[in-house]
């Protein structure tokens, strides 16, 4: 073996040698190297929640002290609105964010301050702010999106927080700006751009932070802001994006949906216990990602279907607004009943009324035929107006005679214009028909026609029918604009549809002419009605706890197989039946006569509640029973259910759901009224108008009666038909009563309705009772009960507490309470007071409540006038209107009543109201003259020889107000029983006067020496002048305690209006001016009358010796020698009393006047 060798190491170098640096590799540090390197980190404090309090309380206060003169939008960290702009175009996404969260904020924080100056402040930034805001809809990071959305939503928000800018008004001119960038977000390239964009859209259809389905549904949204009515003139550029968006997402995908996925469920749980634990894991992890998934796809198409849906309706209502501008005129020989036509009679809808254009009016003597240039009425929406609707399908809005000029002077290019909105159109349709194919593939078809589908599908269902209705009612709309250029009669459907199956399909670009793309857009009609049919109704797999929820999706598919099918583009009058009318009948029928007891009061919100589901099947029957147009030609009706025996077999459901008989009291034969009371069941009634479904109801029986109502006493007229219209005709007021003037439309269209059948009344009332058929008795019976049944109207509605209150503040309790008449528009308090007048003998009740509201008015008018408080009442003009109806109707009622609401209606009585403290004025005491004028005109017209009959009766009266200025001492008393009294003596005074000046004018002895027999004896002559003569003292004590008559013209302005009436009595009363005279010359030289009082006399005299109108008295004193000496003994008389005082020269001046005056006789 070799010896081994031990090497030694080689010795350690002091230093050891530096590794060489290579490529790409650092060298390493030297090991006397130091590390200077060090971290910091940062405490991100925010501010405390008491701080931010005071900072927001010490903002709220500032921004309201300085908000008139600032109007800077400002966050709570203090930054303007300027400053968080800037970060807007910042390249990073975090901090366009930032400013973004920043505006919110400032937004959010005009909550704080008053609704009106956050709205102010919002307003006059808005410029600045939307074109910023709009700009991060096109963001390309999701959460600045977001941010941008939500911020538009909170400006919303705010916007209609306050009554003055709920209508959106401020925003209207900015929508074409903001349709600029909506449809750059739809037109966008990133598929979640575009999906936002449809979120922008429903914003601005809408106007709301957070559109829903409920609120699509909901009745009150169809009241448009005035920024969506501005978006319906867009809405043709937003639409095709609309559509191609909904192309883009597919419904089918939910598996979880469908009625298979337990099925599904179970196998996939059998294969699953086969796996290891480890594929159980991944399969959990995937499935759960596929169903997160699959919801986000969900929500994305609920989504768009809602902004779809929110766009159609805006301009489905838009072109409702503008529809009743373009209303057809039939022809004017033609008798028609409608409620919005001429009245025959004493009642007549004439240009030019008392109040305003449009009025009812009541014209008295014959009944005289309307003139040839008068044009009808169409409209009563500012009535609300009352619209002359038939029925909603675009067939009556056809022109049947069509000049061939108009045809030929079309322009082409409005062919090519209108050919491209009838493709968009048609397919728009055929998109949603394929949609709605995806939705039925997640249900499950049963052995019949019908559909059973999970209730997670419905409302997708839901939304996807209401676009499909919305979508043809604006096709419909936009018919009726091109229809005299296009008429149905000039294309066949059927050749086109031959030609097409034999050519094959023909897409919708070669479509040659405008008559083509109408023939396709039927096809797709038809094909989308097929559709609804085979998946109608809808059903749940078992057992469902929610039934209504599919009650309400199977009504929306009624409503929609009934718009769509409802007219045909191409139909000759002679089409047959369509399937579907029977199945819907067949449906329709078994859920009217449900019981009453499922119309409860529900909340408005809920979009899913029976009562809605009813309101859409009642819209259905109204298709149903309500005859459509046709271009046949003739006259015959044309109804989509054929078949009479249904249709009166569903009018008599609906009748018994809805209008079932009441009780009158007074109902002659109890024909159309039940012969006994039930206080249930007219709950029950209330309660059912009140609903949405009420009011559709009732507008129902508003169609029925103008279509049938001339021609109810017709032979060819069914008599259980007309009866039991007459019996719906009974039950409106019951529906008017319950609407307390909620809702004016309706009522207006209630009581049209009504006044057009009592005119038929007015027409047969000469028939004798034996020769009476059936329907004529069933008319007088309503008629009779009529009169009762609308004494509601004119009761206050809170009228029980006042009954425990004392006599004075229950009368000023009374001014507070108001009846449903004072809560309705003019127009429709003209309806019910028109009515009124053609049932004429109006009850005691009626006319009491009626005097009632008249004297409210003045009252009103004069509390008003005087700063006092504002009462909710009638105006001025109606009240004459009333006054008039009741006088026309005088005749058939008893006199004693007439005369009770004459002189209650004049507010005379309850003269509250007149402060003489708050203006201190005396002119206070002739606010009543055009009431006191109006009821003088009356009472001296009321019938032949006024003063003979008339006067008698009101003689209590008189003398009660002729002692009134008497009773005034003064000094004392309030000043508003002061004016009260007053004005009651003057009342009494000018009455008496009116009867004098008739009784002058009857004989025609103006000029002569007539002695007028009016009043009755010597004790009401002197009742009569001591009022006059206390009216003369209270007013120099006006003079007395301030300086209202300082000046002279003031108080020859104040003796004139004062002593006008008198003039009249001491002219044509028999002894009155001599008795006058010597009365006031004792008083004069009476002690302790003062100077004021003397002065009053004085003028007075002065005034009646000068007057010239109404009479001259002058001539008679020249005449009779008797009244020259006691004239001249009373001037003397009185100089003597003045003389050496202040009115020395005014007793100068009286005796010379009245030497002049009889020294020019001798």
């Known amino acids: 073996m070799a010896p081994t060798t031990n090497k030694s190491k080689p010795p350690a170098r002091d230093f ?371 619209q002359d609707e038939v029925t909603n399908n675009s067939t009556n809005a056809l022109v049947e005679d069509i000049p061939t000029d108009d045809l030929s002077s079309r322009p082409k290019e409005k062919d090519a214009e209108s050919m491209e909105k009838v493709q968009q159109m048609t397919s728009l349709l055929e998109t949603l028909r394929g949609k709605f194919v995806e939705i039925a593939h997640l249900g499950k078809k049963t052995d019949a026609n019908g559909l059973m589908s999970s209730s997670n599908d419905l409302e997708t269902m839901d939304v996807l029918v209401q676009i499909i209705r919305l979508s043809h009612s604006r096709f419909q709309s936009y018919y009726q604009s091109i229809s005299k250029y296009y008429p149905r009669t000039e294309t066949d459907a059927s050749k086109s549809n031959k030609k097409r199956e034999k050519g094959g399909k023909k897409s919708t670009t070669d479509l040659q002419n405008v008559q083509e793309c109408l023939v396709a857009y039927q096809t797709s009609v038809d094909r989308v009605l097929q559709l609804l049919l085979e998946n109608f109704p809808v059903k749940s797999f078992g057992e469902t706890t929610n039934p209504e929820r599919y009650e309400f999706t199977n009504a929306c598919i009624c409503s929609a197989l009934a718009e769509l099918g409802g007219g045909a583009l191409f139909d000759d009058g002679k089409r047959k039946t369509s399937p579907w009318v029977n199945t819907v009948f067949s449906y329709v029928l078994p859920r009217l006569t449900c019981d009453q007891d499922s119309y409860e009061p529900k909340p408005e919100d809920d979009s899913y509640s029976e009562s809605i589901s009813t309101n859409m099947l009642l819209k259905v029957v109204m298709k149903l029973l309500l005859p459509i147009g046709n271009n046949s030609g003739d006259n015959t009706k044309s109804y989509l259910l054929n078949n009479i025996v249904k249709r009166q077999e569903i009018l008599e459901a609906f009748a018994k759901a809805f209008f079932p008989q009441v009780y009158c009291q007074l109902a002659p034969h109890h024909v159309i009224y039940a012969s006994s009371s039930t206080a249930e069941l007219e709950r029950k009634i209330r309660n059912v108008a009140n609903t949405a479904a009420g009011r559709t109801a009732c507008i129902l029986v508003t169609k029925l009666v103008a279509q049938s109502a001339d021609s109810l006493f017709n032979d060819s007229t069914d008599t259980e038909y007309a009866t039991l219209l007459l019996q719906m005709i009974s039950v409106l007021p019951t529906y008017v009563v319950a609407w ?220 009660k107000w002729l002692l009134a200025p008497t009773k005034i001492k003064e000094n004392e008393g309030a000043s508003n029983e002061t004016m009260r009294l007053l004005v009651q003596g003057r009342s009494a005074i000018s009455i008496l006067s009116a009867f004098t000046w008739d009784d002058v004018l009857s004989h025609n002895c103006v000029d002569d020496d007539f002695i007028s027999s009016t009043l009755l004896d010597d004790k009401l002559d002197q009742l009569l002048l001591n009022s006059i003569l206390s009216l003369c003292e209270v007013s120099g004590s006006f003079w007395s305690k301030g300086s209202h008559f300082d000046d002279t013209e003031a108080q020859q302005l104040y003796l004139a209006k004062l002593m006008g009436p008198v003039a009249v009595l001491l002219r044509y009363r028999k002894g009155m001016l001599k008795q006058f005279l010597e009365t006031v010359s004792k008083r004069v030289a009476a002690q302790g009358m003062s100077e004021t009082v003397v002065e009053i006399y004085m003028k007075a005299i002065l005034m009646i010796l000068k007057s010239k109108d109404p009479v001259l008295m002058t001539s008679m004193i020249q005449r009779s020698d008797d009244l020259q000496k006691v004239l001249l003994s009373v001037a003397k008389s009185i100089e003597t009393i003045v003389s050496g005082g202040p009115l020395a020269h005014l007793g100068g001046k009286l005796q010379h006047h009245v030497n002049t005056i009889c020294s020019s006789n001798q």
């Open 16 to 386: 050891a040698k530096r590794p060489r640096a290579k490529v790409g590799k650092r060298a390493p540090a030297k090991v006397n190297a130091t590390d200077t390197s060090f971290k910091t980190a940062t405490v991100a404090v925010r501010s405390q929640g008491q701080s931010l309090d005071k900072g927001r309380q010490q903002q709220g206060k500032d921004a309201t002290l300085s908000s008139a003169k600032r109007m800077e939008l400002f966050s709570s960290r203090g930054n303007t609105l300027a400053t968080l702009q800037m970060s807007l175009r910042h390249h990073a996404a975090p901090v366009r964010a930032s400013g973004l969260k920043g505006i919110r904020d400032a937004v959010q924080s005009l909550s704080l301050l008053d609704a009106a100056i956050g709205v102010a402040i919002l307003e006059a930034n808005l410029p600045s702010l939307l074109p910023h805001l709009c700009r991060c809809w096109l963001d390309e990071d999701d959460d600045v999106r977001t941010l941008a959305l939500n911020l538009y939503g909170d400006i919303l928000k705010c916007l209609t927080s306050s009554l003055e800018s709920v209508d959106l008004k401020c925003l209207a001119p900015f929508v074409p700006f903001l349709c600029a960038y909506a449809s750059s977000a739809l037109n966008s390239l990133d598929r979640s751009i575009r999906i936002d964009g449809s979120s922008i859209v429903a914003m601005l259809a809408s106007a709301v932070q957070s559109p829903s389905f409920s609120q699509l549904m909901s009745s009150s949204s169809s009241k448009m802001s005035a920024m969506s009515r501005e978006l319906s003139h867009h809405v043709d550029s937003l639409l095709p994006s609309m559509e191609r968006l909904l192309t883009s997402v597919s419904l089918g995908r939910r598996a979880s949906s469908s009625g298979r996925s337990a099925e599904s469920q179970k196998s996939n749980t059998a294969a699953g216990q086969k796996r290891g634990r480890s594929g159980k894991n991944a399969s959990s992890v995937q499935t759960k990602a596929v169903s997160k998934r699959e919801s986000r796809e969900s929500t994305t198409a609920q989504s768009i279907l809602l902004s779809l849906a929110f766009l159609l309706r805006t301009s489905l209502i838009s072109n409702d607004d503008m529809g009743g501008m373009n209303l057809t005129i039939r022809d004017k020989t033609q008798r028609d009943l409608l409620p919005s036509l001429y009245v025959s009679g004493e009642c007549s809808f004439l240009k030019g009324g008392s109040a305003q254009s449009n009025s009812l009016l009541l014209i008295r003597g014959t009944k005289g035929s309307r003139a040839a240039d008068e044009t009808r009425i169409c409209s009563i929406r500012d009535l609300p107006a009352i």
């Open 740 to 959: 307390e003037g909620k809702y004016p439309t309706e009522t207006g269209l209630a009581l049209a309705s009504i006044l057009s059948v009592v005119r038929q009344w007015e027409a047969s009332g000469n028939v004798s009772g034996d020769s009476k058929s059936p329907v004529t008795l069933a008319l007088e019976e309503l008629c009779l009960g009529l009169r009762y049944s609308l004494e509601a109207l004119y009761i206050p509605i809170e009228d029980s507490p006042a009954v425990q209150q004392p006599r004075k503040k229950r009368k000023k309790a009374n001014l507070k309470q108001t009846c449903i008449l004072e809560r309705l528009p003019e127009q429709v308090q003209k309806l019910a007071i028109g009515l009124a007048g053609l049932l004429q003998s109006p009850t005691e009740v009626t006319a009491k409540q009626l005097s009632q509201i008249c004297s409210k008015a003045f009252i009103s008018h004069i509390a008003t006038t005087n700063g006092d408080q504002e009462y909710e009442a009638v105006s001025l003009d109606m009240a004459n209107y009333i006054r008039e109806v009741v006088h026309l109707s005088r005749r058939t009622m008893p006199m004693p009543t007439y005369l009770s609401f004459l002189l209650d209606g004049s507010g005379i009585e309850l003269t509250i109201g007149i402060s003489l403290m708050q203006k201190q004025s005396p002119d206070n005491v002739f606010l009543y003259d055009s009431a006191i004028d109006q009821l003088s005109r009356f009472l001296t017209t009321s019938c032949d020889k006024a003063s003979q009959k008339v006067l008698p009766m009101l003689r209590p009266i008189i003398e």
